[in-house]
């Protein structure tokens, strides 16, 4: 079984330009999540999408994060514009039920 | 809400020797309890996880850990270590019927020395 897929690997961008980031779901997981994990803290919850509507979003700065799932299976996460406090490793989860979830090897943003 | 304090931010070890790395959280409703275990540059891979049942949990890597419901902890334990296991732990729980919507603590790095 394929595991959960993130692109970029890595990313630098300069403060207030905008970046994307990809996130392919272990197949037939219905519940996708965006973790954001700052240097030397554990993963923090952005966004819990169930197949394409939003669960929850209560910590997304959405004055300039999005998120979108639209066809319920890959979703991008997008920051417009980056300040440098985002720098940070973007992961993305999935899940089936309520046995755990799966985390792909991140994204690495470096805002510079 | 809840919170996850893990206690030690860092634990260096010897070799085959035991270790434990504590969790203690709170929550005003019923929990599900994680592992995880995240190697340099990698991200979070399961160790092991209390749902419902036996409270003592086995994981991958020789690893188990111990629900006390009592005490709102989920200590992680291991009867021997091996250098392999340097990496950081993450404790993490979520509300049942709130799907993996997980709660992390800050990690502890353990740190297995030869």
């Known amino acids: 079984e394929a595991g959960v897929a993130q692109s970029p690997r890595y990313k630098i961008i300069e403060k207030r330009q905008s970046v994307a980031f990809w996130c392919n779901p272990i197949s037939g997981h219905a519940t996708l999540y965006w973790y954001q994990q700052i240097l030397g803290q554990g993963p923090k919850l952005l966004i819990q999408f169930q197949n394409n509507g939003v669960v929850d979003d209560s910590q997304l700065p959405k004055d300039r994060f999005s998120a979108e799932r639209l066809k319920g299976v890959d979703s991008t996460l997008k920051i417009q514009p980056a300040k440098l406090e985002d720098s940070a490793v973007y992961l993305c989860?999935?899940?089936?039920?309520?046995?755990?979830?799966?985390f792909g090897q991140g994204t690495r943003l470096t805002v510079v | 809400a809840q919170s996850v304090t893990q206690l030690d931010s860092q634990v260096p070890v010897f070799e085959e020797a035991p270790v434990e790395l504590r969790c203690n959280y709170s929550?005003?409703?019923?929990?599900?309890l994680f592992w995880y275990v995240q190697y340099p540059n990698q991200g979070l891979q399961l160790l092991l996880k209390?749902?419902?049942?036996?409270?003592l949990v086995k994981g991958i890597n020789g690893f188990e850990a111990e629900f006390n419901k009592s005490q709102t902890s989920f200590h992680l334990r291991k009867p021997s270590v091996h250098i392999s296991d340097t990496a950081e732990y993450f404790c993490a729980v979520s509300d049942t019927g709130a799907g993996n919507m997980l709660t992390f603590g800050g990690g502890t790095r353990l740190m297995v020395k030869p």
């Open positions: 209390y749902l419902s049942g036996s409270t």
């Open positions: 989860a999935s899940s089936r039920d309520e046995s755990g979830a799966f």
């Open positions: 929550s005003s409703v019923s929990v599900y």
